[in-house]
């Protein structure tokens, strides 16, 4: 028998268990190993019962009625004609100290509790471990849910890393008895770890995926997932008819469902990822007519081991393997019910992220996390389908902007950006206002600093239509943006703009709100050299932000602190209270991309000015492919030319400096007086040994350069 592969924990607790009670389940989805455990666990357990251990194999078994016999059989038990197999079992059992196994009960489990029940009751000493899909659910039963192996939680492991998980390891030792070429190394450990994720870490997927390895190769296996059901069809020649196919599987789990268990298994398919009892019921209970008990039919499938219950959760939530998940859409487009389920999923997730961004301007980031960050892949999955064939303009503008919260404080800004372009390209006459209004308002935060014009033209929208609302929250929000995109351009507007936000904000006395008017305050004394008031503010900002729990807009005032503190002149404190910034955002699970990478840029630069040149390449080495994936880069590039002019490259500085100005008139970005400095000190050091017109020449070479020219230029 092959060696049992990443199981050794819950090989000893079934041993554990069976030494301390009578009657163990092991319980978990087909394909996961329950009958191989049961097994090895009897027969590691064979010294404990001098009767013996007995294994009663009921897969093949079509009628219930007949599992005493099947038990009598296995115990070779004598029964008379006329006698019913279950009296002579109980009648002849006595005294004897043994380990029944019960392998594979789901599909008779009925006639299998009966027949445990006068087991257990007529023989003192006998115990028993059963295998199942489904609990036996009789008095004194212990159950051990046996969960998929374990598989790497690193999106790309080192070959160690990736060994240390149970699906890895079987996957290997598979791959490696159908193919001995087989290795897995620091390449391909990245490929074997998504294989495994993707098959949920299910040995039988993971066995039948191995034996393509040969004829795919681990890439050609990974690019032909999609088709799992039709590529995992290799199982062993030895197996029962539905092990040889993934399908079969779970076409045997899905033929023990009764017809409502059906219906709701289906429809939970189009669940991308967690979902609650609420979901659950606003998306698979159907109309009237169905008369479907969802609760009971959940029940039921977490039961069957179809269905995964996550019960430690804040609120109990529920989820499908991807396999099956897979498997019961492919049901669901059999009934023709996918496009009414899909519809019906989309508007669940508009009902529940209707007090999104309420929600965060009062709630401490790490509550309003764990209140909506479990629904990110359903809210990806209804936004997907918003803007499909069957989808509607409406929906996907209404899901965008209520999520667009979520989406900052995750940090997941090409993605979300991507989304509120395509929305705002829907936007119709038709469109309600309200919708329209958070949509800008979503506009207008994930353009930030990258295009302050369309920031002002996204916000002014916005504020255009919460006025007319006569909503004074968002209308307070979509001002302060509109005014923090005017500051940081230097224009007049800037200041009534943000004294009328600021008097909306402070009158809603939400501690979140009014610290983000004092950061509007201060970027605006900043933008006109008030370095002094805008400390004052960003200060008050720190401590209003801190009262609320708000963790991410704590670490974002803590960089502006360092930027002002280096904008005072103060070069050696600024470094330090960077540093400091830097280390909290490390730490904190709250820190965003965008914040940890101007935390690390603002101390790259700060470096180059006190001429800690290798310290501050290493960082900018490291630093420059983030900004440039975040769309910030333009920020820094003033730094990296005064790096390269320090370093004796400044020719190369000038030419930056040159792609640097032409991005900035192209996107309508004005320098930050840190970043005018740079400009300054590279410029000055070209002066000293090159000419005007040499100059000229340069910054005109640089402003014809293409984007990846300047990347690989700049960097250190």
């Known amino acids: 028998m092959e060696m049992l592969i990443g199981r050794s924990r819950e090989l000893e607790q079934v041993q554990e268990l069976i030494a301390a009670h009578r009657l163990v389940t092991v319980t978990g989805p087909g394909g996961v190993g329950k009958s191989r455990l049961v097994i090895d666990a009897a027969w590691a357990s064979v010294d404990r019962f001098a009767d013996g251990v007995w294994l009663v194999e009921l897969a093949a078994l079509a009628d219930p009625a007949l599992v005493p016999s099947a038990v009598t059989n296995a115990l070779r038990i004598a029964v008379a004609p006329s006698e019913d197999p279950l009296a002579a079992l109980t009648r002849q059992l006595g005294d004897r100290r043994l380990l029944i196994v019960l392998d594979n009960c789901e599909h008779v489990v009925d006639a299998a509790a009966s027949a445990l029940e006068a087991i257990l009751s007529a023989a003192p000493n006998a115990h028993a471990l059963v295998s199942s899909q489904e609990l036996i659910g009789i008095g004194g039963e212990h159950v051990l849910r046996l969960p998929s192996l ?6 790309a492991p080192s070959a160690d890393t990736a060994l240390a998980a149970g699906a890895v390891q079987l996957f290997v030792a598979r791959a490696r008895a159908f193919d001995p070429r087989f290795v897995l190394d620091d390449r391909t450990a990245p490929t074997v770890a998504a294989i495994c994720r993707r098959l949920d870490g299910i040995p039988l997927a993971l066995e039948m995926a191995a034996a393509r390895v040969p004829l795919l190769g681990i890439e050609g296996l990974a690019n032909r997932l999609d088709e799992r059901f039709r590529v995992l069809t290799a199982g062993k020649r030895t197996a029962l008819p539905r092990q040889r196919t993934l399908h079969a599987t779970l076409d045997w789990s899905y033929g023990l469902l009764s017809p409502p268990e059906r219906a709701v298994f289906r429809r939970l398919g189009v669940f991308a990822g967690p979902f609650t009892l609420a979901a659950a019921g606003a998306v698979a209970a159907g109309d009237e007519r169905d008369g479907i008990d969802v609760i009971e039919c959940l029940s039921g499938l977490c039961d069957k081991s179809l269905v995964v219950a996550d019960p430690d959760d804040v609120e109990a939530s529920y989820r499908l393997l991807e396999t099956a998940r897979v498997y019961a859409q492919e049901r669901l487009a059999d009934a023709s019910e996918t496009a009414i389920v899909t519809r019906r999923h989309a508007q669940h997730y508009r009902r529940g992220f209707d007090a999104c961004f309420d929600d965060w301007t009062q709630l401490p980031d790490a509550a309003f996390r764990a209140r909506y960050a479990p629904h990110l892949d359903n809210m990806r999955a209804a936004i997907a389908w918003s803007f499909g ?4 303009d409406e929906t996907a503008i209404a899901l965008v902007g209520s999520s667009a919260q979520l989406w900052l404080s995750l940090s997941l800004y090409a993605e979300a950006g991507a989304w509120v372009q395509r929305a705002t390209e829907r936007l119709a006459p038709s469109t ?4 329209e209004a958070d949509l800008w308002l979503a506009a207008a935060r994930f353009h930030g600093q990258r295009n302050q014009q369309a920031t002002i033209r996204a916000s002014r929208r916005a504020a255009d239509f919460y006025r007319s609302l006569d909503d004074a929250l968002r209308l307070g929000c979509a001002l302060h943006a509109l005014g923090s995109a005017h500051a940081a351009e230097r224009d007049d507007e800037a200041e009534p703009v943000l004294l009328e936000a600021r008097a909306l904000l402070e009158r809603t006395g939400r501690p979140r709100l009014v610290a983000m008017a004092h950061g509007g305050t201060a970027l605006f004394h900043a933008a006109h050299g ?4 805008a400390f004052r503010e960003l200060q008050a900002a720190l401590a209003l932000h ?5 963790e991410g807009d704590v670490l974002r005032v803590l960089v502006s602190l360092a930027d002002q503190t280096w904008l005072r002149g103060d070069l050696e404190a600024a470094i330090r209270l960077a540093r400091d910034t830097l280390e909290q ?9 965008v914040s940890h990478a101007y935390a690390q840029a603002n101390l790259f630069g700060m470096l180059v000015e006190h001429e800690d ?7 900018g080495r490291r630093l420059l492919p983030e900004l440039c994936e975040l769309g910030i880069a333009h920020g820094w590039f003033d730094h990296y030319a005064s790096c390269l002019a320090r370093c004796g490259s400044v020719e ?9 100005d032409a991005l900035r008139l192209a996107r309508s970005l004005r320098r930050q007086p840190n970043e005018e400095r740079a400009r300054g000190a590279t410029l000055a050091l070209a002066r000293a040994g090159a000419s005007a017109a040499d100059l000229d020449r340069l910054l005109a070479e640089g402003a014809a350069l293409r984007e990846e020219e300047a990347h690989r230029l700049a960097r250190p």
Do not use: K
């Not at 064939?389 to 509607?392: A, I």
């Not at 309600?432 to 919708?435: F, I, S, V």
């Not at 801190?546 to 708000?550: H, W």
């Open 546 to 550: 801190r009262a609320a729990g708000a």
């Open 432 to 435: 309600p206002p309200a919708l």
């Open 585 to 593: 955002h490390r730490q904190s699970p709250f820190s965003g991309r």
């Open 389 to 392: 064939s069957d989808g509607d």
């Open 652 to 660: 190369s500085a000038v030419r930056l400096i040159g792609w640097a």
């Open 150 to 155: 374990a598989v790497p939680a690193e999106p």
């Open 530 to 533: 008030r370095t002094d008031d």
């Open 613 to 619: 040149l290798a310290e501050a390449q290493a960082i």
